[in-house]
């Protein structure tokens, strides 16, 4: 149990699951802004043409 | 079946939604540009969750899983070399800086503005050939997985694979870089609340401090199977081993940086920032891409032994969905089933686009006399689109795997990888390159991968071996063939 690489991967373990739970939420609000900016930007370009 | 009603309104839902908005972007392809690289409107969190998404494929949760079965943890470690490859290529904008600002859509682009046309489009090819050879399993796996998952009779899984494949053909095919992007962020939203609660379930069905002692105990020989290498130290001889994890170091940087799937959101960025931002922010992701799937590979593999072995007809490869489908209660298994199936569509969508811009942009482009039309241009972008998704389903259902499912993806990969990555160094770098060197390192490069793939299945050829060998072949064919001619041969980009 004291081995240093169970510690490590204990580590990254349980920091995967903590880092995939934040980023599903806060790139989930952003990314969601990103599309509805990309989609506005797309449709201006259209109207232009 | 281990499906109920609810699990599957879950899984119809999740489809239509998919598809929904898929085809809802078709309406503001213009042309080429839209359909390939998304107008270059990408912002830096739309990026993440794209490359999140189409980097996180069923074949890489299955081939992942296989890792944790057979190596323990310390098979993840190939992902700590990922994202500290990813973090140093986005802090040091080491070869996507000068990429974006050329301004090109593809990698082979570039090499004509350095090298030659020729050797555009001869990279163009082994682009082509080393990424659909590597695609080629994706279908296969990920019907694997279902099979084993769900408990569908096996009989059905080219029927549910080619259904599945013929939906992400719609989207791509219709609305290209633009529908990928909003289908790859639903699909990120699912499969990241399906990757984080199967792993907690997992950590609670076997138990975290009995995972640890039931590996040792493996790893012992005092268990119901016996562990062939040390489950958490990679360095360890009979794991990893020093020699595989200083290819793997090389070639994870070289993936970073001329993985085409990867490179094409570089190109798609809004500018060099947003790209080195996306690159820094996504590298920790690529640890739980191994890891997490690892984790539930080494759960599978503690259940079985304590149940005195595998069930019949059950694989290191198969292990995991079975122990999935025996764990997980209803609804939940919808969920996950839900976010596997987006774990394959944003990947079969993101590969099948960017192969498809490559052959038209690499590969047929430079060969018309006579410019194309932009709606013929789009045309031929969709036919490639729709003639690899045909070549997929044929190619997956009659080729064997000679190894395990990494070794043959990476060594696959590496037919273009070393020599693409080489030229790329040399090329952006080093101002004696010329396209001598070039046509040396890309022949040279693809011959220890090709004879892996080739005599694999006969005589077996360690993986770092011949992974190892691409590269040093590819260098040296690079720096004797630019030194043999005296002056470069074209001018730099």
Avoid at chain 2, 99 to 112: N, Q, S
Avoid at chain 2, 355 to 370: E, G, Q, R, S
């Amino acid at each position: 149990m004291s081995h240093p690489f169970v510690i490590f991967w204990t580590i990254l373990t349980l920091g995967s699951i903590a880092w995939y739970g934040g980023l599903v939420f806060y790139v989930g609000i952003k990314a969601g802004r990103d599309i509805r900016e990309m989609i506005k930007s797309l449709s201006e370009a259209q109207r232009d043409e | 079946m281990t499906l109920t009603l609810l699990d599957w309104i879950i899984i119809i839902l999740y489809l239509a939604g998919c598809l929904a908005a898929g085809l809802a972007m078709r309406r503001y392809v213009r042309g080429v540009e839209d359909f390939a690289v998304a107008g270059r409107e990408m912002n830096v969190n739309l990026g993440i969750a794209s490359l999140a998404a189409t980097e996180m494929g069923l074949v890489t949760i299955m081939y992942t899983a296989q890792l944790g079965f057979e190596k323990g943890l310390a098979g993840a470690m190939i992902g700590v070399l990922m994202a500290f490859a990813f973090w140093i290529v986005g802090r040091t904008g080491f070869i996507i800086e000068p990429l974006r600002f050329a301004g090109v859509m593809t990698i082979p682009e570039l090499f004509e503005k350095r090298f030659s046309k020729r050797v555009r489009w001869l990279a163009g090819l082994f682009v082509v050939l080393g990424g659909l050879l590597n695609m080629g399993i994706f279908l296969r796996l990920g019907g694997e997985f279902l099979v084993w998952a769900t408990g569908m009779p096996p009989g059905w899984l080219e029927w549910v694979m080619t259904g599945l494949l013929g939906l992400v053909l719609i989207y791509t095919v219709l609305g290209g870089m633009l529908s990928v992007l909003v289908t790859d962020y639903l699909q990120f939203l699912v499969m990241g609340v399906g990757i984080v609660v199967t792993s907690i379930f997992v950590l609670i069905n076997v138990g975290g401090v009995d995972l640890i002692t039931s590996l040792q105990a493996a790893w012992a020989g005092n268990s119901g199977m016996q562990l062939k290498g040390h489950p958490f130290n990679p360095f360890h001889e009979s794991s990893l081993g020093w020699g595989y994890i200083l290819w793997m170091l090389v070639f994870q940087i070289a993936v970073a940086t001329t993985w085409q799937t990867t490179i094409s959101r570089v190109l798609a960025a809004k500018n060099v920032l947003t790209a080195k931002r996306m690159y820094r922010r996504t590298a920790f992701y690529f640890v739980g891409r191994f890891l997490l799937p690892g984790l539930w590979g080494a759960g599978a593999f503690v259940y079985f032994s304590n149940q005195g072995g595998l069930p019949e007809g059950i694989t290191s490869l198969t292990a995991m969905p079975h122990y999935l489908g025996l764990i997980l209660p209803v609804g939940l298994i919808g969920l996950v089933i839900a976010a596997m199936l987006a774990a394959e569509m944003s990947t079969d969508s993101g590969y099948l686009l960017t192969w498809a811009t490559v052959i038209y942009n690499d590969l047929v482009m430079p060969c018309l006399k006579n410019p194309l039309s932009p709606k013929n241009r789009l045309l031929l972008t969709r036919s490639l689109v729709l003639g690899i998704g045909v070549f997929l389903l044929f190619y997956g259902l009659w080729y064997e795997l000679p190894g395990n499912a990494w070794d043959y993806l990476a060594v696959t990969g590496n037919i273009y990888i070393a020599s693409v990555f080489t030229l790329l160094v040399a090329g952006l770098y080093w101002p004696r390159a010329n396209s001598t060197g070039a046509y040396a390192a890309l022949i040279m490069g693809a011959i220890g991968p090709l004879t892996f793939l080739i005599l694999g299945q006969k005589y077996p050829i360690a993986p770092e071996i011949a992974g190892g060998a691409a590269f040093a072949l590819a260098a040296a064919g690079m720096i004797v063939g630019s030194l043999a001619v005296s002056k470069p041969t074209t001018s730099n980009a």
